[in-house]
């Protein structure tokens, strides 16, 4: 699946990730995660999205924001927008596939594979474009929660499925209790 000489570019939907990872019962310790892929090949970026309540005094990612920003992580941020839908429920929006999709396309010249961390069917015609410039694209997610986090068109599209629940052992930690508001936050990111 992974050549060591191939240079290698994670992306990584912040929330979809998360809400995979928490199917599946555990948390995700992106040190590990990072070591895991400089390991399969050489790792010129690892690329992490999420979008960020600026309104609130304390952002329940932003430790987790910052530790990887120091870590070796490209952080690629923005402002969530706040709204109130019909049933008068309080939700967040902050959508990164464009940022996500410009990037990977910007870098899809100096690299061999792309692993995308996510199962966003939304993501589909960007792998077939990145496949069309003549890189290897692997997605990471899950079949086995119920239901699946994977779209079948971009499990069929990708030219590797990582299930993320054999990433388990390598990669993750028992999940910790989220504060109520870290866990509101990755909940309505992609409302």
Known sequence: MFYRDEKLALFIDGSNLYAAARALAFDIDYKLLRQEFMQRGKLLRAFYYTA??????????????DWLHYNGFTMVTKPAKEFVDSHG??????NMDIELTVDALE???????????????DFKPLVD??????????????????????ADDLRRQADNFIELDELKDVVGRPPREPRLNERDAYESEET
Do not use: C, W
Request: aromatic share 4%; no cysteine; hydrophobic share 40%.
């Open 52 to 65: 960020l309540l600026e309104n609130d005094d304390y952002s329940p990612i932003r430790p987790l924001v």
């Open 89 to 94: 429920r309080r939700k967040v929006k902050g």
């Open 107 to 121: 870098i899809a010249p100096h690299v061999d594979h792309i692993v995308l961390f996510s199962g966003d069917g």
């Open 129 to 150: 474009a990145l496949q069309r410039k003549g890189v290897r694209v692997s997605v990471v997610s899950t079949i086995r929660s119920q239901p699946p986090m994977i």
